[in-house]
């Protein structure tokens, strides 16, 4: 492999994580708030707005729902909004962030529902306020959970950049598509394969690890 | 069983209090929640009249479904009344907005059946958190929350987690957290139903010293009728939403009125016959027969030598076939079963012996 090769293989990976970097940091952002909201705002709930938390979650599933691909085309003038062009790295972390916020929204609200409600009921009886209990009780008690949510999103991201690699966006998919599938390379293929691969692999064990050590749940005396 | 019950037929010696001397006072409250799609109201709670005098231990007794968790949250506004009052301290809290309630909430402490600790939490931080809440500064939390480790008897296991402790010591946090805003009320809902009874024993020595210690009112819930015999003043059985009897602890456990009562005491008070009498046991005397009787010792008369006295007095053979002398509310009360000469004048003598010494005695049976 030339080192020309080489060199973009290295461009690529490091594209690949500044898109899931941002789009997961963003969608974290986003999500969360959002994820803590559809949690607690069904009837008779903390935030108890039933009207909202359905429009909300009427809109999560519709864009969850959208295939990833669809997705990204669908949105082109507002990637144009916001990047300034549709094609390359910085306008693929818009669709790339667009699609992670729902999904680590869901994510962040099944991590809160999980939660005994019996600690949201102890908090009450503190005289906590709605915003102290998700403060103080409800994401550090789902934080483990989250946690691995958040490496399920970053794993699932890691596809979904490969992907916009398929319509002009930057990353090892890209690079796969151009070099490794037009231009007949199956090295540079198996490359971007293997890079992946360890890249998932690494996050999943990362994740894993940061969950164990913030769940306090399994330790005994 | 659905007769009208008025709700005063079965108080005994519960007076009205004052209100000034009420920490807790239910004032004909009732609470209903709207049924499930379909189905009409559910009455939690009806015509419920109930005070807890400040400095007491008060437990409502009752089995699951007969209100008693709806109760304790109407005290610190996690549920409100649907109907008539309820007053904290002589103020009347029933239409207290949710912002009011937090800040009463500050003043009222809660323990739960599952403790309710943070897992994410140790120890030390488990207790700071109503400190935290309440935006008490740090370093005044840190002193706080070391005095009541120390007072729970958990100094050592501050930096531990909650899943590293026994029930006991996690319910010892419950405590100690319940009391770290210095509340002048504690609610305990159910808090020893998850123990064994050796470290019930523990929590309920530790309830009664932070009541006797620290001045705090108690009110607790709970279906374990040994729990209101070891520490409570006064008792009140629930059911069905109503409060069916109440009053001082001492004479509602030896004199229950109503028949769920008496079915609650008499796992504590009641002496069973030995199996092989039971069999034998018939109402009608037969010629050499023995009486059954049943003599219930209440108050000082627990201690006086009967027994020795109808044999010296009478002069009659007195076998005691079961027996037990327990403390109700720090006062001795037994029950003897014991079988006498069934032939008169001897039993008429006896019976008129153990009345004369203000004991209850009961024939309630013969055997050969």
């Not at chain 2, 079915?263 to 030995?274: C, I, N, Q």
């Amino acid at each position: 492999m030339s080192p020309e090769i080489i060199r973009l293989i290295v461009q690529a990976t490091g594209d690949t994580l500044l898109m899931v970097a941002v789009a997961a940091g963003l969608g974290t952002v986003f999500g969360l708030p959002l994820g803590v909201f559809l949690a607690t705002s069904k009837r008779g709930e903390l935030f108890a707005a039933p009207a909202v938390n359905a429009a909300l979650g009427a809109l999560v599933n519709a864009t969850r729902s959208t295939p990833f691909i669809i997705l990204v085309v669908a949105i082109i003038p507002f990637t144009r909004l916001i990047a300034g062009t549709s094609i390359g790295t910085n306008a693929a972390m818009v669709p790339l962030t667009i699609a992670a916020t729902p999904f680590i929204a869901r994510l962040i609200e099944g991590a809160i529902r999980e939660v005994d409600q019996g600690l949201v009921e102890a908090a009450r009886s503190m005289g906590a306020t709605p915003l102290q209990i998700v403060r103080k009780v409800l994401v550090p008690e789902a934080l483990p959970a989250i946690t691995l949510g958040l490496t399920l999103a970053i794993v699932s991201l890691l596809g979904f950049s490969a992907m916009v690699g398929a319509v002009g966006g930057g990353g090892l998919g890209d690079l796969g598509i151009r070099y490794g599938y037009q231009r007949f390379m199956p090295d540079v293929m198996g490359v971007v394969v293997a890079v992946l691969i360890v890249l998932v692999q690494t996050v999943q064990s990362i994740g894993d690890r940061l969950a164990r050590r913030l769940n306090k749940r399994l330790r005994h005396a | 069983m659905n007769a009208p019950v008025r709700r005063d037929a079965f108080s005994v010696g519960a007076a009205p209090l004052p209100i000034a001397d009420a920490a807790i006072r239910f004032e004909s409250v009732g609470k209903v929640f709207p049924g499930r799609s379909g189905q009409g109201e559910v009455a939690a709670l009806q015509g419920i009249d109930l005070a807890v005098p400040k400095g007491a231990i008060l437990g409502v007794i009752g089995r699951s479904g007969a209100g008693k968790s709806t109760l304790i949250r109407l005290v610190n506004g996690l549920e409100r009344a649907s109907s008539g009052r309820v007053l904290l301290d002589g103020e009347d809290v029933t239409n207290l907005t949710e912002a009011g309630w937090r800040a009463r909430r500050r003043s009222t402490g809660m323990i739960f059946q599952h403790f309710n600790l943070l897992s994410s939490r140790t120890v030390f931080d488990n207790v700071a958190l109503p400190l935290e809440i309440g935006g008490i500064p740090k370093a005044e939390i840190k002193a706080r929350v070391e005095k009541l480790l120390d007072l729970v008897g958990l100094a050592d296991k501050s930096g531990r987690y909650p899943a590293e402790l026994s029930g006991g010591q996690k319910q010892r946090v419950g405590i100690a957290r319940a009391l770290a805003t210095e509340p002048k009320v504690l609610l305990c809902d159910e808090a020893t139903s998850a123990l064994d009874p050796e470290t019930t024993q523990s929590i309920l020595a530790l309830l009664k010293r932070v009541n006797r210690e620290l001045g705090i009112t108690i009110l607790l819930i709970t279906h374990e009728i040994p729990v209101i015999k070891e520490i409570c003043d006064r008792v009140a059985v629930i059911e069905g939403g109503r409060i069916v009897e109440q009053g001082e602890t001492f004479p509602i456990f030896t004199r229950p009125q109503h028949p769920t009562t008496a079915r609650f005491v008499e796992t504590v008070t009641g002496v069973e016959l030995p199996a092989h009498l039971t069999e034998r046991l018939h109402q009608q005397a037969q010629p050499g027969d023995s009486a059954v009787v049943r003599i219930t010792f209440t108050g000082e008369n627990a201690t006086a030598p009967v027994i020795s006295r109808l044999s010296t007095t009478i002069g009659v053979d007195v076998n005691i076939l079961a027996g037990r002398i327990d403390a109700i509310a720090g006062q001795p009360f037994g029950s003897l079963l014991v079988s006498v000469p069934a032939q008169e004048p001897a039993l008429s003598a006896i019976l008129g012996a153990l009345n004369s010494l203000n004991l209850k005695a009961e024939v309630i049976g013969h055997v050969s």
